[in-house]
Each structure stands twice: as C-alpha cells, then as structure tokens.
C-alpha cells in the first residue's frame, strides 16, 4: 500500500533554533500533502496544505513564517520550525490523499515528537 | 465551518463487551468520514472510510454507520480486546483531501 514516510520521528532542540521534518510518498506521487498538529491530549489540527510547486495554504492563526513549508517535488514536502520555542513542543503529522480508480483514502506519515526545551 | 464532536471523551470496559462510539458534525455536506486509531504517542492508522453517498462499512469487528441527516456516525466494536485500547478518532474529509477531526474517544478495554 501506500506508504508517507516521515522523519525524524522524535527531535529534542535547544529555543531559538530551526528544525525540518520530512515526508516522503515511497511508492506514490503526492501532488498535495497536509500538516497537522497535535497537542496533548487534544485532537488533530490542520496548519497548513502543501502543495507541490507551489505556496503552501496556510489555516487562520498558523504563522507561515514561523513554520515553513517546502514541496518542491512530487514525493517530499517539508516543515521547517523556525526559531522554535517552548509552546512550539507539539506532534506534527502529515498526510496525503491517495485517488486510485474508484478507491479513495489517505495515508499518514508515523508522527514527529518536537520537544524545544 | 465544520465542528466535529466525539462522545465518550473517554470510556472503559471488559474485555468481550461490545461497545459503540459516537461521532457528530455540524455540516451534512460532507464528502467522506473515516474513522482512525492512534497509539499513544504514534502516528494514526485508517479503520473505515464511509463515503458520502454509503450507510456504513465493515471491516472484521469493526462497523462504521454514516447517517448525513442527522450529522452522525457510529463506530461499533464488536468483542472487545485489550489490544483495541487507543484512541479513536473521527474526520471529517473534502473532496481535496483536508480532514477535520474530532477530539478523539480514549478507549480502555481491561482484561
């Protein structure tokens, strides 16, 4: 099946510095992919849809500049934190949507843990 | 916008009990729902897929009912298990592929 593969899956950096996470469609081509965010014990947000050659789409209240993201082929996008702080310490997940024939799904990469200390 | 809401925020049962989870949203105009699982601290993993236009969908024990009317769905669980305990969430998908979930129904099943 389709597989997002995603790294690192745990990273612990110090304030002030910047940090990337990839995710990368091994067996597919993702022309879109999605960034959530997920703090915890609270549900999945979305922060931003990526999309490949082009600017990101960004939901109200995430800060482009603060996270961003690059899609610049059809198998990786990243998210960059940039000058990470404390209360930027979340779980960050991306996805894409998979359209086969008549099948529909979509497929999640395994989570970063970001930990700024 | 869309809000979706799960209900039991948490729930815990014997082992072989059978159990339903809700879901509700605020929109009927949806293109699909699915239902995950998440492990603690790891990625989510797909349980069902309801599209807009199907009633429910199996899958082993598992049973997932759309209702658009009513702006619910269910997630049924057939003789529980310990290894089902995780969190389950529900989203809300459209047609590009942008999920909204709901915050998740924590479920323990003990021996």
């Known amino acids: 099946g389709a597989v997002v593969s995603q790294h690192p899956s745990r990273v612990i950096c110090k304030s002030g510095t910047s940090v990337k996470i990839e995710c990368r469609s091994l067996?597919?081509?993702?022309?879109?992919m999605f960034w959530y965010r997920q703090f915890p014990k609270q549900s999945l947000m979305l922060m931003a849809t990526?999309?490949?050659?082009?600017?990101?789409?960004?939901e109200q209240g995430v800060e482009k500049d603060k996270f961003l993201i690059n899609h610049a082929s059809l198998t990786l996008s990243t998210l960059t934190v940039t000058s990470a702080h404390p209360e930027d310490s979340s779980f960050y997940i991306c996805?894409?949507?998979?359209?086969?024939?008549?099948?529909?799904?979509?497929?999640f990469g395994s989570g970063t843990r970001l930990t700024v200390v | 916008k869309q809000e979706v809401t799960q209900i039991p925020a948490a729930l815990s049962v014997p082992e072989g009990e059978n159990l339903v989870l809700n879901c509700s949203f605020t929109?009927?105009?949806?293109?699909?729902l699915q239902w995950f699982r998440q492990d603690p601290g790891k990625g989510l993993t797909s349980l069902l897929l309801?599209?807009?236009?199907?009633r429910e969908q199996t899958s082993g024990r598992l049973n997932a009912s759309l209702d658009k009317s009513s702006g619910r769905s269910t997630l049924y669980i057939a003789a529980s298990q310990p290894g089902d305990s995780a969190t389950y969430l529900c989203a809300l998908g459209t047609s590009y592929g942008k999920l909204t979930f709901g915050q998740g129904t924590i479920l323990t099943v003990h021996p």
């Open positions: 996805s894409a949507n998979l359209v086969r024939g008549q099948d529909y799904g979509y497929t």
């Open positions: 929109d009927s105009a949806i293109y699909n």
């Open positions: 990526s999309n490949e050659g082009s600017k990101a789409t960004y």
């Open positions: 309801i599209q807009s236009s199907q």
């Open positions: 067996d597919f081509q993702a022309t879109t």
